[in-house]
């Protein structure tokens, strides 16, 4: 195992910063998979669940799971945005860029678009490559696979990870500039994660997307000797058109008790919209259509229109 700088900065006054990474494995050929977080600084649970991938990973490797074995390298990245990590900011704190809307980036370009330059040089030759991410301060996400105009191979393989819902989009021109496009140029299978709510840790969905990982390593070979339980392999897969939005009828407060991956029938109580100043009830939010509890607003401050709940119907 290794870990070393992936890019090193200078900064304007005193120390210079660097991006570190983990390669753990065989050392020979390109990462077999690469997985990525932290291009958002604020995103909690990606940085989190890649740190701590890392030291299991490296634990294998260094013998303490004698029954398993790392059969192929790892690259690891857990956080791109260092600088908005430690400040927890979404944005690169220096000029406020969105550090995912830098790709393919520029060899000889600004900061941010040197980082992505050298991001996308590092894992767009791995055979499998995983971005993780949060929502935002306001809306919590069901642990989730996203897919993006997918190949018949990464609908498959989505499978592998485990996580209780697989989502598919189309490429939109906004997400032209992001990581995930600028893989999809090169051959091999390109997958992200959407983990819950960005500026704290929900620990019960990293705990999923850990186990997910794990799982997706051991049914691709890469890790060896992972027993896989039946009964996490199963996943509901849901296109765009199955997605139900519900959104504020006006302003105040909305407080929900759901937890998310639960399902909803038409018409049940989802939460209330209460008047700030007086406490009173302004809506009752409902559920349009039946079915499963994939998003919440967290954040219980909102005008009208705010997106409120996303249920995905089968």
Avoid at 35 to 54: M, P, Q, T, W
Avoid at 64 to 92: C, D, E, F, M, S
Avoid at 136 to 144: D, G, H, R
Wanted: charged share 20%; glycine share 8%; net charge neutral.
């Amino acid at each position: 195992m290794s870990s070393r700088d992936l890019v090193l900065m200078t900064a304007p006054l005193r120390e210079d910063f660097t991006i570190p990474c983990h390669e753990i494995g065989p050392a020979a050929g390109n990462p077999a998979v690469s997985f990525v977080s932290g291009l958002h600084g604020d995103e909690i649970n990606g940085i989190y669940i890649l740190a701590r991938l890392a030291d299991f990973l490296t634990a294998v490797e260094e013998g303490a799971y004698p029954k398993l074995r790392l059969a192929q390298r790892v690259l690891i990245i857990p956080a791109v945005n260092v600088l908005g990590a430690n400040t927890l900011r979404r944005a690169w704190p220096f000029d406020q860029s969105d550090q995912n809307r830098m790709f393919p980036g520029n060899q000889m370009g600004e900061t941010t678009q040197r980082i992505a330059y050298t991001v996308l040089e590092a894992t767009k030759k791995s055979a499998y490559r995983v971005d993780l991410h949060g929502s935002n301060l306001y809306f919590e996400e069901l642990p989730q696979v996203r897919l993006y105009d997918p190949t018949p191979e990464e609908r498959e393989t989505a499978r592998l990870f485990g996580l209780p819902a697989i989502m598919e989009r189309s490429v939109s021109p906004v997400f032209t500039t992001t990581l995930m496009y600028s893989w999809k140029y090169w051959p091999g299978q390109s997958f992200l994660l959407q983990v819950g709510q960005a500026g704290s840790i929900q620990l019960p969905h990293c705990q999923q997307v850990f186990r997910g990982l794990v799982a997706f390593l051991g049914r691709i070979g890469v890790l060896e000797g992972v027993e896989v339980a039946e009964a996490d392999q199963e996943a509901l897969y849901f296109t765009r058109e199955c997605s139900v939005r519900i959104y504020a009828d006006r302003a105040g407060m909305f407080v929900s008790d759901k937890t998310l991956g639960g399902w909803v029938s038409k018409g049940q109580e989802l939460g209330y919209i209460y008047d700030s100043f007086n406490g009173a009830v302004r809506t009752r939010v409902t559920a349009p259509a039946a079915g499963l509890l994939t998003g919440i607003r967290r954040q219980p401050m909102l005008f009208e229109g705010d997106l409120l709940v996303r249920i995905c119907t089968r």
